[in-house]
């Protein structure tokens, strides 16, 4: 996808827009895919085991620039504010902010830098973007949950893992769990209950999120780190009927 940074316009291959526009139409596609992950909330009402809008706000934000952060705070904002109160849910859209921000800067400083030790410093990129930035997300969530009274101290740990775990891996009927792998070969690496790497799915793309879905839970779908595209891999294991992770 074609794209050049302008001071108050984005061109996006031969169509080109107003910044304002840009965010807007960025914020929304942020509501709609944080509003698709709070469908899947279970024991809490604002934690999902699958949160396809963090994939979407570091690919947001490593595509078109650092500009894009308020698109990614005034949708996450909104979500969460039909399900929180504004105090809350401004504190959870500013984790979900710091999230996307943290993410798409470990992807660009590391991934782009070149060297012998490419691949090795492309993959410490993806471990700390998926692993380390969905931490703080993570942290604020649960810690203004807290506060507000919507979790306690003996549900926070189990929110936490919940809250984290919503981005970047999924987990199988038999226990196999699926968590992206990037540099020039991306792919789902897939482990075995017992921790053994049994093999890995290539993908065209880099991925930074997966989940199962469908009818029958036999399609496992991933969120492109580049151009905002979405796979679907048809797969002979099945998800979690109970959860869609």
Do not use: H
């Amino acid at each position: 996808m074609a794209f050049l940074a302008l001071r108050d316009r984005l061109l996006i291959g031969r169509t080109s827009l107003p910044l304002w526009a840009a965010l807007s139409v960025a914020a929304l596609c942020y509501f709609l895919a944080a509003q698709a992950g709070l469908g899947f909330a279970s024991a809490f009402d604002a934690i999902s085991p699958i949160w396809p809008a963090s994939g979407l706000a570091v690919a947001l934000l490593l595509q078109f620039g650092l500009r894009m952060w308020p698109a990614v705070a005034v949708g996450a904002f909104a979500a969460n504010a039909l399900v929180l109160d504004p105090g809350t849910a401004l504190i959870v859209a500013g984790g979900n902010t710091l999230e996307a921000v943290a993410g798409a800067m470990i992807l660009r400083r590391l991934i782009e830098r070149p060297g012998e030790t490419l691949i090795l410093v492309r993959t410490v990129g993806y471990v700390l973007s998926a692993g380390f930035a969905t931490m703080i997300s993570a942290t604020m969530g649960v810690a203004a949950l807290y506060l507000a009274g919507e979790v306690t101290g003996e549900t926070a740990p189990m929110a936490w893992i919940t809250w984290w775990g919503g981005d970047g891996t999924a987990v199988d009927k038999d226990g196999r769990i699926y968590t992206t792998v990037g540099g020039q070969n991306p792919g789902v690496a897939v482990i075995s209950p017992k921790g053994d790497l049994l093999g890995t799915i290539p993908v065209p793309r880099n991925l930074i999120s997966v989940a199962f879905g469908g009818t029958d839970k036999k399609q496992l779908y991933g969120v492109a780190i580049r151009d905002v595209q979405i796979f679907s891999i048809p797969t002979i294991a099945q998800g979690l009927k109970g959860r869609p992770k």
